[in-house]
Nanobody, 123 residues
Framework: QVQLVESGGGSVQSGGSLRLSCTAS??????MGWFRQAPGKEREGVGA???????RYADSAKGRFTISRDNTRSTLYLQMNSLKPEDTAMYSC???????????????????WGNGTQVTVSS
């Protein structure tokens, strides 16, 4: 059974940094991504990375967040810098074996999900 387990969330002040981790159960998926959902809002993609390290980011994450993966540890990371209060959300990692070459930021493209880790940014 595939399991994705996130860690690294917490509470920080505006301008601070956090590093999220997501460990898959010994499986390396072609696409892995980070998504977030704030109260009352739809889930949105933050960043995605394919198995060879090609990345894609939401506009809100560009220049501040870095997604990476360590295939030897089946682990996905999200380094978040210059955090803003609007980044407050539940962050989840997800994995997929897509039919195409590119890893998309649409939640519908992902088959496996972790339970999430809360990130709270105060002003």
């Amino acid at each position: 059974q595939v399991q994705l387990v996130e860690s690294g969330g917490g509470s920080v002040q505006s301008g601070g940094s956090l590093r999220l981790s997501c460990t898959a159960s010994g499986v390396n998926f072609y696409c892995m991504g980070w998504f977030r959902q704030a109260p009352g809002k739809e889930r949105e993609g933050v960043g995605a990375v394919n198995i060879v390290g090609n990345t894609r980011y939401a506009d809100s994450a560009k220049g501040r967040f870095t997604i990476s993966r360590d295939n030897t540890r089946s682990t996905l990371y999200l380094q978040m810098n210059s955090l803003k209060p609007e980044d407050t959300a539940m962050y989840s990692c997800a994995a997929a074996e897509p039919t195409g070459t590119f890893c998309l930021l649409s939640p519908d493209e992902y088959n496996y999900w972790g339970n999430g880790t809360q990130v709270t940014v105060s002003s």
